[in-house]
């Protein structure tokens, strides 16, 4: 069966500091990656997509950037965080023919 | 564009009562609809899911059934538990060229009392 794991759960950083999340999928090959944010424990606000190896799109211009250096790694990064990068980020994969997304359990962040 | 609209809560509710939340959408062609629900904490996991027109989905309880002609997908439960207390988000999927993206109401907050 297919599993997600996001790293590391929680992580409080200081304003201007770098940011690296871990996003890795196992029991699947060539997933689609997503990166979403939510704020608030309410609304998703999607960051990035990736449909395959080195392919990213962003949805929204911002702070932060992604990377998927290997078929089932996805990692959101940013090179000085802001105060407004606080929140919690969830990490969705979905099969290349079948529309339903699965999630990790997410990474909480604290920016302060 | 694509959008879902579902009630905005928060619903406070006693056990084994029955549960409504609403949910409807606008989408070009016709898209797949989801329910996810999300517990204090946690990542968003999949309720459940219907495809097409007059499809009913199902899982643990809860059921939706998508409505073309209303566009609407509301999700019931005939008797709520104190566990079911999370936050159910609508979703959908319009399909074509959208490389598997979601679109999400923003979500409603359940509460369930003993």
């Known amino acids: 069966s297919q599993t997600i794991h996001q790293w590391p759960a929680t992580l409080v950083q200081p304003v201007g500091s770098p940011l690296s999340l871990e996003c890795t999928v196992e029991?699947?090959?060539?997933?689609?990656l997503y990166w979403y944010r939510q704020a608030a424990g309410r609304g998703l606000q999607l960051l990035f997509y990736s449909v395959g190896i080195g392919q990213i799109s962003s949805e929204v211009p911002q702070n932060l950037s992604a990377s998927r250096p290997q078929d089932r790694q996805f990692i959101l990064s940013s090179k000085k965080l802001l105060l407004s990068d606080s929140g919690f980020y969830l990490c969705?994969?979905?099969?290349?023919?079948?529309?339903?997304?699965?999630f990790g359990p997410g990474t909480r962040l604290t920016v302060t | 564009g694509d959008s879902v609209t579902q009630m905005e809560g928060p619903v406070t509710l006693s056990e084994e009562a029955f549960l409504t939340i609403n949910c409807t959408y606008t989408?070009?062609?016709?898209?797949?609809l989801f329910w996810y629900v999300q517990y204090p904490g946690e990542g968003l996991q999949l309720l459940l899911k219907a495809t097409k027109a007059d499809d009913k989905g199902s899982n643990k309880g809860f059921e939706a059934t998508y409505r073309k002609e209303t566009t609407s997908f509301h999700l019931e439960k005939g008797s709520v538990q104190v566990s079911d207390s999370a936050v159910y988000f609508c979703?959908?999927?319009?399909?074509?060229?959208?490389?598997?993206?979601?679109?999400f109401g923003q979500g409603t907050i359940l509460t369930v009392h003993p």
């Open positions: 979703a959908l999927n319009a399909g074509g060229t959208s490389y598997g993206k979601l679109t």
């Open positions: 969705a994969w979905s099969g290349q023919s079948h529309y339903e997304q699965y």
């Open positions: 989408a070009t062609g016709y898209p797949s």
């Open positions: 029991g699947t090959s060539n997933p689609n």
